[in-house]
Structures are given as structure tokens and as C-alpha cells.
């Protein structure tokens, strides 16, 4: 050896052998070194990149899927039986197909394939080699199939019993149904079916479902209690029988609420839900029914007919937190009735999982995870349930829980929202494996690629609606429509769909009338909106707080550029720009908002939050709130979690300046809605019907604090006035009588050629406003996927040019009415028609008007001036 050597060294030089020794002995060391790099990097499930971690699943493969915020979803391969190096990650992101970056919820099918809900883009599913997404409306240059109605998935569940996809949105149901055979051989395939108010839901928000050992369906909403669904007959009758071939049909909705609206049960257990406010929800094998709220937890062993609950630790902090709390000799009576192991350690509820020892586990916001053992009606908090082999109490890493993920023959997995996940100790865990129950997160198959080496087919598009079936679902809307707002008389309030696609792109889309910008020039709001009349608005801190306090005007960032973050006017922004206020013209957004100052207040203090009365002139507006979690993702302020009440005055002529909030406490709520989870922004929308005067309530529902960037109200439909006509008395009374303003007189010859819809259509299917104010999401998702199907060139042979404005006006309100505003505004752009968010965006600073704030109609007005003269 040392003879060769010694030879390399005479033919090459030293310094040459020295180099090529080093390069070798590096080489071995580096593989080396890598190796044990790599399987010391991937060793756990703990070693995710990711920090907010929202949901997970267990494949049928053993592959477990973790879902994050803004860094789409990775997949952990531990692969059982082998060495650690063969442990390893998978990340994937919009880059690799995926719809969103941020991955709102997972789920695994009886075929293999991966489910990924997202933030605002509908589902993407995987089947082992490629990535589809499925939307609102087919879409060929994103790849997009049409399926779920709603763009918000909240979670995803599999049904045990025909293998159906359930996607809880924020407009509804959208259930997947496989495909399956039938009794005499043929083959179906797969099909989408909507459940919405129209069939019998208390709201479109669904945060999650469960199945019951018998068919049974449990949805619980995010707002308002539970919805309980029993196969039909037949299918029962199959049931029993195992003679089920198709899948489960549900025709009725029995509606479970909770009494305490107002404010949270006084004693730790009681009878009925605690709360509406809903976050999960577990059926047993035994067809106990468990459900996670911000009040506690409860539970119903009859099938949701009689419910009992139990509070956390903090219950008797928030009776004493009460405006009017209750007397001493109560409390003390309540206090005894209830030890520490019979309470949970905190009300607030995040999540629910069940283990083989039958115990129920409970994730919290704070305290981590409390174990219940239902036979000896004990609660035990997940710390104290063992002894660790050093004698030391265990501490949580985490303590804010999303999701408990039973494994088989494996410790829970853990997922936090900050602080990633982890895998509990073996000596903490002990035996708590997975149960084999209905959806529980854990496959029990091989995948397709696994069995048959071919990936599994993708679920089919949604069909498209005939004329008929169309006819039919708007025929029920309008029958839903009749007792959601009966009559013409009376003001009245419709919860519509939030929104959680637009973002901070509101101009032109929001605020057509009025946008109250909170805060935008502290200590002042800076209103805009091109509506004809002033409008007033009075905004104060909620109830319960100190002498001397009141609402804050915030600004978080002055300049920034996150879509997220709120348009400035233009105008204003440009007056910013030339006065050399900001450094990168890019950045024309500003965070600011309305705070109630509950930081400086306990947690457990009950009410303060945000009150905002508003006068709405006679008509039929959208009215919108904006809310941004800019900060969630540090500290308290990731306990973010508001109710949203609107109110409308019974007299129309109530006078603004007198209204008080206790005044406003006898006026009923006419709409209900929950901010929660929106890191990325979220809109809240209702219809509303003056001339009123509303009030807007943010409760602060024990969270940090309570925050709300803007307040909007807009004309109904994508071309109001002034935008789009003039301001005379015929649009006056068009407006008043709910009918749309008269079309514009410019862009008729602009659309004189053939619509350039991008789909094709054969029929305009133009409605009248009155039949709109009954619009459902489905429906408008339903006319759109028809005109979709519809190619041909039937517009272009169509005679007159208003005939062909019309089918776009009808386009577009279709396209508006499902917050789809950019595909909306590019159908139009393509025909050479303007929008309110082109006029919008082309505004300046005007020195003739050199305080752009409340001079939006003057502004737009100018600026249709200026267009006409030129020619446009």
C-alpha cells in the first residue's frame, strides 16, 4: 500500500498527491457526514419545516400528510421496517400544482388519493404521480375542474360507509360521490352533491362533519350549533341488510343549537351545547357524539337529542368577568358541585381524537391537552397523565393544539399552530393508538399505485346543470328567499358567503357607496366611496370598560405591499407619492385598523369588542367588513376569534347621534357571522335593505383583542352608479325600487363584436334584481357552469349590440355574486368594457381637490369627464 502511494507521490509531486489525498479523505467524510446529516434531519415528524400546522392525516400507505399555513403541505415517509436513512420529506406548493400555498385542511379517499383544501382556490387532489384542482368553475388555463361550490375549505372528512368525500366550505357542503356499480353491472361515475340552507342547514359556514355507526351525519357550523341528517329509508334498510350498492342519500336537517346566545353558561356543567361557536366534532364506535366549542365541550349519547357540557378552569374567572356577574353565594354553590378532575382546564376547545382505550382527547388554545375517561368521568390534564423515567413533569412544546393524529402502534402526533409538530414520548403516550372508527384519520387500505402500480383515476368533474335543474334549484332559493325576507316592507339582513379571495384588493369591488378605511389617517379613518349622498357612520369601543378609555385608531405599517393588507385610494396614495412620504411606489398599502383595547383588559373579562352604527339610505346594498390577523402568528394574538352581529333599527328614521349601545341591544340580529383563522384576511358580507340604520357588532369573545381594518357598503351588482350611468332621478328610483341602474351609454360598439367570454355562450339567462336578492351560491355556480358547457358561436350572430350587453351585464353579476371580481373584470376588459376597479385604479390626486378624503364621487365623476372627452 505504501509502496503505491509512495509511487502516486514520485510521478504526480507532492503537492498534487497532498490535493488528491484531501479530495479523497473529504469525500468519505462528507458521504459519511451526510448520511448521518440526513437521517438525524429526518428522524420525526418534529423536524417539519412549517410552524403553523392546521391539519394532518395518515394515509392508506402510512405516509403522514401535515397541512400548514403559507407553505403548502408536506408529506412525512417514516418508513416502518427500515433504517433512519430512510426516513424523508416531501414538500409541496403551487409550484408543484397545488392550489394554494396555504393548506387549510387533508384527507386521504378509499382510493389513495390525497385530498388538500386550501385558503381560497376550492380542493387539489393528488393520486401519486400529478395534482388537479377542482374550483367553483372550470377553468382550462389553471387546470382547474369544476366541484366544490365554496373556496374556503375548512376540513375535509371521509365517509366510512359509501366512501363519499365531504368538503365542509364556507358556502355549504360539496360532497364528492364515487363512483360505484349498480345492481345490474353498469358502472356510474362519480358525482357532486350541495348541501346549503336551501336544503335545510342552519348556515353556509360548515366547519366540520362526523359520521354516525348507523349513517347518520353531524355538521357542525361555525357559528350556529349542529345539523343532523338520517339516511333515507331505503338506504337504511340497506344498511341493515349490507345491501348498500351507491351511496347515502340525506333529504332533512334536525337543528341543534345552543340557548346561550348572549354570553356563556354561569355554572361549569349543565345541560344543551354550551356555545354555536363550533370547532370540531368526533362520533364514537358507539355513537356517542362529542363536540369541541370556545365554551367547553359536550356530549350526546342518544343521537343528538340531549346534550350535556363541561367548562375549563377559566369558567369561574369569566362569571366574575361579567358585566352583571352572578351573586357569591351562586358561584360558590356552582363551585361545589364540580372538582378539578371533572372540569378541563380551559373552555376553549380546538379539537377532538379518540384512542383504543376508548378516552376522549382535547386540544386547547393555551393549556395543551386534556385526556377524558368517560367510564370513570374523569378529565385529566395530557402533563399528569404519567410519570416520566427522570421524575420530572413533563412541558408541552406547544401549547396551542389543532390537531391530535392517532396512529396505530405509534405515538399521537401533535400538531400546533406555532411550533410545528411533535410525536409524544412513548412513557406519555402509553397506549394511546388509534381506534378503528369512522374517519379517523387513519387508513386502513392500500393505495392504488401500491396494489395495482398505476395511479388511481381522478375524481370526475361536477356535471353541468340542464335548464331544468337549474329552473328547480332556483325555484327552492326563491322559496328559502320568501322566509329569509318576507315581503318588500321593513328593513331586513341577509348573511351572504364570506369572502376569502379578495383580500386587500377591495377597490372597485367594495366601497362603491362608502368605505370607512379604519384608522388609515390616525387618529382619523379616511372615508371613501363614490356615493352621491354622504352617508354617516359612528364607531365606539364595546361596553365594560374603563373610565377614560375608548377605541383605538392603530397603524401597524404605514407603507407596505402585502396582498393581504388594504388598498389605499389612489388618489390619497398618490398624494403620498409626490409629497416623497414613501420610498418604493410598489408599496400603496397601509395597515390600520379600529382596536377596542381589550389588551389592557384580563382575557377573561366579558364584553368591550367594536360597535359601529351606520345609516343606510333606501335600496339594496352588500355591506362588508374586513378583518386581517396581521400579527397571528405571534403570541396571544393567534387567539383571534370574533363573533359578528348585524342589527338593524325597527324605525328608519332613527337618528344617528342618539343611538346608544344599550339602545341598540333591543334591535334584533338579523345576521350572524365569525372571524376566525384570517391570518390571510377575511371579508364578511350581508345583504342589506334600507333605508335602516345598522349595527355592526364585533364581539370580542375573550380574545386578546378586537380588530377591524375597514367597513364597507356597495351598490348590489358589478356596474353601479356613478361608475356606470348617470346620477339622476331615473337611477335614484332604479336604486330605491331594487332594480339595476340603467347600462352605460359607452361600450356598446366596444361589444359590438363577439363576446370574448373565454368559455363561449349560447344564452344570456338574464334575471331580474328582485330574483337576485334570493341568489344562492349554488345557483350562480350552476348558470356559470352551463354557460361553460355551452361553446359555440351563437354570440357572435347576435343581431344587436344591447342584446349582447346584456348577456355580459348577466355574466358578470353571476361572476359577482361568487366574489370571482378578477374574472369578472377580465371578461369585460377583453370586450373593452370598463369596471369600477379599472376607474378606480386609474384615479390621481387632483389639486383641485386636495383632500381626497370624502371626495370619492367627485373623483370618479372627474374622471368619467375626462374619459368621455377623449373619446373613451
Known amino acids: 500500500m505504501m509502496r503505491g502511494i509512495c509511487h502516486v507521490a514520485a510521478s504526480l509531486g507532492r503537492k498534487r498527491f497532498a490535493a488528491v489525498l484531501l479530495v479523497a479523505i473529504l469525500s468519505r467524510c462528507l458521504a459519511a457526514g451526510y448520511s448521518a446529516a440526513a437521517a438525524s434531519a429526518y428522524a420525526g415528524v418534529g423536524d417539519c419545516a412549517a410552524h403553523f400546522i392546521v391539519d394532518a392525516y395518515r394515509d392508506n400507505g402510512g405516509n403522514i400528510w401535515l397541512a400548514s399555513e403559507d407553505h403548502g403541505i408536506f408529506r412525512f415517509n417514516p418508513r416502518p421496517g427500515t433504517d433512519q436513512t430512510a426516513r424523508y420529506w416531501q414538500q409541496y406548493t403551487p409550484a408543484d400544482g ?109 366547519q366540520t362533519v362526523a359520521f354516525g355507526p348507523h349513517g347518520r351525519v353531524y355538521a357542525a357550523t361555525r357559528c350556529d350549533g349542529i345539523a343532523i341528517a338520517r339516511p333515507t329509508q331505503a338506504d337504511r334498510i340497506a344498511l341493515r341488510r349490507h345491501k348498500l350498492l351507491g351511496p347515502l342519500h340525506y333529504k332533512a336537517w334536525r337543528i341543534v343549537k345552543s340557548r346561550y346566545e348572549d354570553q356563556v353558561p354561569l355554572t361549569p356543567t349543565g345541560s344543551g351545547l354550551p356555545s354555536n361557536l363550533l370547532n370540531d366534532i368526533l362520533v364514537t364506535p358507539t355513537g356517542t357524539v362529542w363536540v369541541a366549542t370556545d365554551a367547553g365541550i359536550a356530549w350526546s349519547s342518544d343521537g343528538g337529542s340531549r346534550w350535556r357540557f363541561v367548562r375549563g378552569g377559566d369558567w369561574l374567572a369569566k362569571d366574575k368577568g361579567l358585566m352583571h356577574p352572578p351573586s357569591r353565594l351562586f358561584v360558590l354553590n356552582a363551585a361545589r358541585q364540580v372538582s378539578k378532575t371533572r372540569i378541563l382546564s380551559e373552555d376553549y376547545c380546538t379539537c377532538l381524537a379518540q384512542d383504543e382505550n376508548g378516552d376522549i382527547w382535547v386540544g386547547h388554545r393555551q393549556t395543551g391537552i386534556d385526556i377524558i375517561n368517560p367510564t370513570k368521568n374523569e378529565i385529566i390534564p395530557l402533563k399528569l397523565a404519567a410519570t416520566s423515567p427522570d421524575g420530572k413533569p413533563w412541558q408541552q412544546p406547544h401549547k396551542y393544539v389543532d390537531k391530535i393524529l392517532m396512529l396505530p402502534k405509534s405515538p399521537p402526533i401533535i400538531c400546533c399552530y406555532g411550533g410545528g409538530a411533535f410525536e409524544l414520548p412513548t412513557w406519555l403516550a402509553g397506549k394511546a393508538n388509534a381506534v378503528p372508527q369512522r374517519d379517523a384519520g387513519t387508513g386502513t387500505g392500500k393505495s392504488s399505485i401500491a396494489t395495482t402500480g398505476k395511479p388511481a383515476a381522478m375524481p370526475a368533474a361536477a356535471g353541468v346543470p340542464t335548464k331544468a335543474q337549474l329552473a328547480a334549484e332556483q325555484a327552492k332559493v326563491n322559496t328559502l328567499a320568501k322566509k329569509l325576507w318576507p315581503g318588500n316592507s321593513g328593513p331586513r339582513v341577509i348573511k351572504l358567503d364570506d369572502d376569502w379571495r379578495t383580500e386587500g384588493n377591495w377597490l372597485g369591488r367594495y366601497g362603491t357607496y362608502l368605505a370607512v378605511l379604519c384608522a388609515m389617517k390616525a387618529p382619523h379613518d379616511l372615508a371613501w366611496g363614490a356615493g352621491w349622498d354622504p352617508l354617516a357612520y359612528h364607531a365606539l369601543q364595546g361596553p365594560h370598560h374603563s373610565r377614560m378609555d375608548g377605541l383605538r385608531h392603530w397603524v401597524q405599517w404605514l407603507y407596505t405591499d402585502e396582498n393581504r393588507v388594504l388598498e389605499m385610494p389612489m388618489p390619497y396614495f398618490d398624494k403620498c407619492r409626490l409629497k416623497g412620504l414613501l420610498k418604493n411606489s410598489a408599496d400603496r398599502r397601509r395597515e390600520a385598523e379600529w382596536d377596542d383595547h381589550g389588551e389592557a383588559y384580563p382575557s377573561t373579562r366579558s364584553g368591550l369588542g367594536i360597535f359601529c352604527f351606520l345609516y343606510v339610505p333606501p335600496g339594496l346594498y352588500t355591506f362588508a367588513v374586513y378583518s386581517v390577523n396581521k400579527d397571528g402568528h405571534s403570541g396571544p394574538n393567534r387567539y383571534r376569534d370574533y363573533s359578528v352581529e348585524l342589527s338593524a333599527s325597527r324605525h328608519p328614521a332613527t337618528v344617528l347621534r342618539r343611538v346608544t349601545i344599550a339602545r341598540s341591544t333591543r334591535w334584533p340580529v338579523l345576521g350572524r357571522g365569525r372571524v376566525c383563522g384570517f391570518w390571510s384576511g377575511q371579508w364578511s358580507v350581508f345583504l342589506v335593505r334600507g333605508p335602516t340604520t345598522v349595527c355592526l357588532r364585533l364581539g370580542r369573545n375573550y380574545s386578546f383583542n378586537t380588530i377591524v381594518s375597514a367597513v364597507m357598503l356597495s351598490l348590489v351588482g358589478p356596474d353601479p352608479a356613478p361608475y356606470f350611468g348617470k346620477i339622476t332621478n331615473r337611477a335614484v328610483l332604479a336604486q330605491t325600487s331594487y332594480q339595476a341602474p340603467p347600462p352605460p351609454g359607452y361600450g356598446c360598439e366596444a361589444t359590438a363584436t363577439r363576446l370574448n367570454l373565454g368559455f363561449g355562450m349560447k344564452q344570456s339567462f338574464n334575471r331580474p334584481v328582485s330574483d337576485e336578492i334570493a341568489e344562492a351560491y349554488c345557483v350562480a355556480a350552476s348558470a356559470m357552469r352551463l354557460r361553460s358547457a355551452t361553446t359555440g358561436e351563437a354570440m357572435a350572430h347576435r343581431r344587436e349590440a344591447a342584446t349582447r350587453l346584456g348577456a355580459l351585464q348577466s355574466v358578470e353579476s353571476e361572476l359577482w355574486w361568487l366574489h370571482r371580481y378578477g374574472r369578472a373584470e377580465h371578461i369585460a376588459a377583453a370586450n373593452g368594457v370598463p369596471t369600477a376597479r379599472s376607474i378606480e385604479l386609474h384615479l390621481r390626486w387632483d389639486l383641485d381637490l386636495p383632500h381626497p378624503d370624502g371626495m370619492g364621487f367627485d373623483y370618479v365623476r372627474r374622471s368619467l369627464h375626462r374619459r368621455a372627452s377623449i373619446g373613451h
Open 98 to 206: 397545488l392550489a394554494d400555498a396555504t393548506a387549510q385542511s387533508v384527507a386521504c379517499d378509499i382510493k389513495g388519493r390525497i385530498w388538500v383544501g386550501s385558503l381560497c382556490h376550492g380542493v387539489t387532489v393528488y393520486n401519486g404521480q400529478n395534482w388537479q384542482r377542482y374550483g367553483l368553475l372550470t377553468d382550462a388555463a389553471k387546470n382547474e375542474l369544476a366541484g366544490p361550490i365554496g373556496e374556503h375549505v375548512f376540513s375535509i372528512r371521509v365517509s366510512p360507509l359509501d366512501g363519499s368525500v365531504w368538503l365542509c366550505t364556507n358556502s355549504g357542503i360539496a360532497r364528492y360521490e364515487p363512483g360505484y356499480k349498480t345492481a345490474v353491472g353498469n358502472t356510474l361515475t362519480g358525482q357532486w352533491q350541495y348541501y346549503t340552507v336551501a336544503e335545510g342547514l342552519p348556515a353556509d359556514d360548515v
